[in-house]
């Protein structure tokens, strides 16, 4: 589970013709983690968190140890090919370089324009303290 200690180096996004690709490059604190998606845009959906898009997703994690500028360069290459094959209109590299939970995070993606950051309000229970 992706936690908010989450050292995140940054997020590449890259959108074609009714699709689009993005990916994260994170630290657990042991590995370091390569998460990306495709998502194929249904032309029926109408909010982004509706789940009529199609998505796919892989994971793929190595040691903690490994340099982060190795890792981040053999993704700038692969989001290179991802871009030629989905003839991308547009592409974004976000830099991090904090945790999730970290102010500068959410700052940093609520402030681009094809990120959809769902927060989630969260409840009182009965009994609990205000």
Same mark, same amino acid.
């Given at each position: 589970?992706?936690?908010?200690?989450? $050292?995140?180096?940054?997020? $590449?996004?890259?959108?074609?013709?009714?699709?689009? $690709?993005?990916?994260? &490059?994170?630290?657990?604190?042991?590995?370091?983690?390569?998460?990306? +998606?495709? *998502?194929?845009?249904?032309?029926?959906?109408?909010?982004?968190?509706?789940?009529?898009?199609? =998505?796919y997703?892989?994971? +793929?994690? +190595?040691?903690?140890?490994?340099?982060?500028?190795?890792?981040?360069?053999?993704i700038?290459?692969?989001?290179?090919?991802?871009? *030629?094959? &989905?003839?991308?209109? &547009?592409?974004?590299?976000v830099?991090?370089?904090?945790t999730?939970?970290?102010? =500068?995070?959410?700052?940093? &993606?609520?402030? +681009?324009?094809?990120?959809?950051? =769902?927060?989630?309000?969260?409840?009182?229970?009965?009994?609990?303290?205000?």
């Amino acid at each position: 589970m992706d936690s908010a200690n989450d $050292w995140v180096y940054g997020i $590449w996004f890259i959108a074609g013709d009714g699709v689009d $690709w993005m990916a994260t &490059l994170f630290n657990d604190g042991d590995r370091w983690i390569f998460e990306h +998606r495709l *998502r194929y845009y249904d032309p029926e959906s109408t909010d982004p968190h509706d789940g009529k898009d199609q =998505k796919y997703w892989d994971r +793929r994690a +190595r040691d903690g140890s490994t340099d982060v500028a190795i890792l981040a360069a053999d993704i700038n290459e692969f989001a290179q090919t991802v871009r *030629r094959k &989905l003839k991308a209109d &547009l592409t974004d590299f976000v830099l991090f370089e904090c945790t999730r939970g970290d102010p =500068k995070f959410f700052f940093e &993606l609520a402030s +681009r324009p094809w990120a959809h950051p =769902k927060i989630e309000h969260r409840g009182f229970e009965e009994g609990d303290d205000a």
